[in-house]
């Protein structure tokens, strides 16, 4: 879609990005989606949309729980590596979110782990919110799990330093136009790299009006994975439930 190579389309196809968060914990990916399916209630025939699905932790795991879930994401090594696990009900495709994938297809969407806001554009934030509302079906819900932004700027760490598999990583944080920005830069094997994760500051009016626009209606707004209600000051999450 964009001309422009865009920051996601590289970083996430890096070895380097899975790597640095080679670490990240499944046990907190798990508690959520127990908790969002105990809330959810989806049926066994219920059809769920990873949107953003990485290399697909949580479409696993949705899954090993029986349920028939497809995974899409923009990066290729993201979906390569996903693909090892298909089965007759987890499928993986690689596709551009802002993008339709299958109108009506879904009776649950859920883009999780702040995977949105990635775009240079507002108006792109707006497409690809339209493109997941169709993909739903009429009277299905889609999920969005974001960083409380206010919250995450208040406790930025402007700079660390992290080592992870012999690679020491300088990682730097800043707010620039709007945008929460992290550069990371490392060297492996002679050579220098540099790579940029830029996340728009979304809040949640940004959100209301992104809602109003795609004609989705919400349902329920929770502040963290224990699906606990949202406080602007103390929620480290805020996750919407909306109803198309």
């Avoid at 970083?11 to 969002?36: E, G, T």
């Avoid at 974001?146 to 700027?153: S, V, W």
């Avoid at 944080?173 to 220098?192: C, L």
């Avoid at 996340?199 to 109003?212: G, I």
Wanted: aromatic content about 14%; some cysteine; overall charge negative.
């Amino acid at each position: 879609m964009a001309q422009q190579e865009e920051w996601f389309s590289t970083w996430f196809d890096s070895p380097y990005y899975h790597i640095l968060y080679s670490n990240r914990d499944d046990r907190d990916a798990r508690l959520f989606m127990d908790n969002l399916l105990a809330y959810l209630h989806p049926k066994p025939q219920h059809k769920i949309l990873d949107l953003a699905c990485g290399k697909g932790r949580h479409s696993r795991y949705l899954n090993q729980l029986g349920y028939d879930v497809t995974g899409i994401d923009l990066s290729e090594q993201s979906i390569d590596y996903a693909r090892q696990y298909e089965n007759e009900h987890l499928h993986f495709d690689v596709h551009d979110m802002r993008e339709v994938y299958k109108p009506e297809a879904f009776d649950f969407v859920l883009n999780l782990f702040t995977s949105f806001g990635y775009f240079e554009s507002e108006t792109e934030n707006v497409v690809a919110l339209k493109a997941a509302a169709i993909n739903l079906k009429h009277g299905g819900k889609l999920v969005i799990d974001f960083m409380n932004t206010d919250r995450t700027i208040e406790r930025l760490v402007s700079h660390e330093q992290k080592e992870v598999q012999g690679i020491v990583f300088d990682i730097s944080r800043k707010v620039e136009h709007d945008f929460i920005v992290k550069t990371i830069r490392f060297e492996d094997k002679g050579q220098t790299y540099c790579f940029e994760e830029r996340v728009r500051a979304l809040r949640q009016e940004n959100f209301m009006e992104y809602f109003r626009i795609a004609q989705l209606r919400l349902v329920e707004v929770f502040g963290d994975y224990k699906l606990q209600a949202f406080d602007p000051e103390k929620s480290e999450r805020i996750i919407f439930v909306l109803k198309k």
